[in-house]
C-alpha cells in the first residue's frame, strides 16, 4: 500500500514538472573569456558568435561572452578550460607554448610579409595541422583568427636595432617573442596584457609590440610618443574549448555551434582587416603619437638582426613548418 502511494506521488510529481516545464533540461552555456576590449576583432567575433548562437540555437546553447579579462585572463584561461570553469577562448598565439611548443612558429620575427600570406599558410595542410597540436593536452583548435600585423610602440624613436638598445619592452608569454629583444640588446618582460597601459604609463616598460587595434583600444598610443610601423610580427588567435566540454555536446548540437563559430571568425577577419587601416588613422588623426615608417635600408637591418631567432626554434618547430610557412610568402 506505501508503495503504491509513493508511486502516485512520484507520477503525479513528475507530469506536473512537464506540465510547468521544469524538466525540460536547461541550455548547455558557453562561456566565452577573452581579454581584449569589445570594439577589436575578437571582441566583435565573439559577439557575433554570441548572436548567431541564440539565432540559430536558441534554448538549446546560450554563449555568455566575457571581454576585457573580466573572468581570466590569457595566462590563466587554458586552466581554467580544462577544469570546465569556461568552455571557449580565443588567445593569442604566442600565448600557447606551455601546452605546445608548434605554435611558436607564428611568433617569427618577419616570417610573414602581409596577412594574405598568413591567411595562405593558416589554411594550408601545415597550419591546419597546427589546429590539432593541443589535443594531447585536452585542448581542441576550433580556429584561426585574425588581428594583424604587429608594430613597435616606444617611448623612444625607434629606426635602426640599435634604438633599441636597453630598452625595455612588455611581450607575451613567449621565448621567441624574449629572443626576438634580446637580439636587438633589450630587456623583454613577460607580462599580462591587463597590465600593459598602467606599465606603460608609469614608465614602468618603454615599449611594447601590438597591432593598430589593440594599441587604438586600450589606449597605448596615448601614453607612448613614438609607434615604429615594422610590421615584424603576427598576433592571430586560436579559438579553443577543451576536449571534454566539445565531445560531450551531442552531435548535431556540436556541428551547429561550429557553422556558427565558423561564420562569426569569418566575420572578425573582415573586422581585423578593416581596423587595422581605421585604427592607424586614427591614431594618426589623435596626433598624440608620432608614426615612424621605415625605409628599405632601416628594415633591412631589423630583419638581419632579428632573423637569426628562427634557427634557434626550428628545433622545436620543425624546419618542414617554418619552410612551409616561408613559402606561403611567394
Ligand atoms: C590579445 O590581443 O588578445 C592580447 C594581446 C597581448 O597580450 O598583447
Known amino acids: 500500500m506505501f508503495r503504491k502511494i509513493t508511486t502516485l506521488v512520484a507520477t503525479a510529481a513528475v507530469s506536473a514538472m512537464i506540465l510547468t516545464g521544469a524538466a525540460i533540461a536547461d541550455p548547455v552555456t558557453i562561456k566565452f573569456s577573452h581579454v581584449v576590449a569589445e570594439n577589436t576583432p575578437k571582441g566583435q567575433m565573439a559577439n557575433k558568435f554570441k548572436d548567431l548562437v541564440a539565432e540559430r540555437l536558441g534554448g538549446k546553447v546560450v554563449v555568455e561572452v566575457f571581454p576585457n579579462s573580466q573572468l581570466f585572463g590569457d595566462n590563466k584561461v587554458l586552466e581554467a578550460m580544462l577544469l570546465g570553469d569556461v568552455q571557449m577562448g580565443a588567445p593569442s598565439l604566442s600565448?600557447?607554448?606551455?601546452?605546445?611548443?608548434?605554435?611558436?612558429?607564428?611568433?617569427?620575427?618577419?616570417?610573414?610579409?602581409d596577412m594574405k600570406a598568413v591567411d595562405t599558410f593558416q589554411q594550408s595542410e601545415k597550419g591546419q595541422e597546427l589546429l590539432t597540436s593541443l589535443e594531447k593536452k585536452g585542448l581542441v583548435g576550433l580556429g584561426y583568427l585574425h588581428n594583424g600585423m604587429k608594430q613597435l610602440s616606444s617611448s623612444k624613436e625607434l629606426h635602426v636595432p640599435a634604438d633599441a638598445n636597453g630598452l625595455k619592452f612588455r611581450i607575451m608569454t613567449s621565448e621567441v617573442l624574449a629572443a626576438q629583444f634580446q637580439a636587438v640588446n633589450a630587456t623583454p618582460l613577460k607580462k599580462p596584457f591587463s597590465e600593459v597601459f598602467t606599465l606603460l604609463q608609469t614608465k614602468a616598460i618603454d615599449g611594447q609590440e601590438n597591432t593598430w587595434s589593440n594599441i587604438y583600444s586600450k589606449k597605448f598610443f596615448e601614453v607612448q610618443p613614438y609607434i615604429t610601423e615594422s610590421n615584424h610580427g603576427l598576433l592571430d588567435y586560436m579559438v579553443v574549448t577543451s576536449k571534454e566540454f566539445w565531445y560531450g555536446l551531442p552531435d548535431d548540437v556540436r556541428t551547429e555551434v561550429k557553422k556558427a563559430l565558423d561564420d562569426a571568425i569569418l566575420f572578425g577577419?573582415?573586422?581585423?582587416?578593416?581596423?587595422?587601416?581605421?585604427?592607424r588613422q586614427k591614431i594618426v588623426d589623435s596626433k598624440r603619437s608620432q608614426i615612424i615608417t621605415l625605409d628599405d635600408a632601416e628594415r633591412a637591418q631589423w630583419v638581419e638582426v632579428m632573423k637569426p631567432v628562427w634557427k634557434k626554434f626550428e628545433h622545436e618547430i620543425g624546419k618542414d613548418m617554418i619552410d612551409a610557412a616561408y613559402a606561403s610568402n611567394k
Open 95 to 113: 600565448k600557447f607554448s606551455r601546452y605546445t611548443k608548434k605554435l611558436q612558429i607564428y611568433d617569427l620575427p618577419f616570417l610573414f610579409k
Open 269 to 279: 577577419n573582415q573586422v581585423a582587416a578593416q581596423k587595422a587601416t581605421d585604427d
